[in-house]
């Protein structure tokens, strides 16, 4: 969803919550309150396998549709 509604990668600020830092498995280590871009998680979901990455992507996705 990310990637085809064209969002501005490099410009959009995602910051990171509670519930994004709970999830279990591969992570990319993320730390709550930090603010990464969509490039940068998106890096975070592909490289290290992140589902913390992946996770806070769909959440801050949701909050668009919202």
Same mark, same amino acid.
């Given at each position: 969803?990310?990637?085809?509604?064209?969002?501005?990668?490099?410009?959009?600020?995602v910051k990171i919550g509670r519930?994004?830092?709970?999830?279990? $498995?591969?992570? !990319?280590? &993320?730390?709550?309150?930090?603010?990464?871009?969509? *490039?940068? %998680?998106?890096?975070?979901l592909m490289l290290p396998s $992140?589902?913390? !990455?992946? &996770?806070?992507?769909?959440?801050?996705?949701?909050? *668009?549709? %919202?």
């Amino acid at each position: 969803i990310v990637l085809e509604e064209k969002f501005n990668i490099d410009n959009e600020d995602v910051k990171i919550g509670r519930y994004e830092t709970n999830i279990g $498995g591969t992570t !990319a280590d &993320l730390k709550m309150g930090q603010i990464y871009t969509i *490039k940068q %998680l998106l890096y975070g979901l592909m490289l290290p396998s $992140g589902n913390d !990455a992946s &996770l806070a992507l769909a959440v801050w996705a949701g909050r *668009k549709y %919202l």
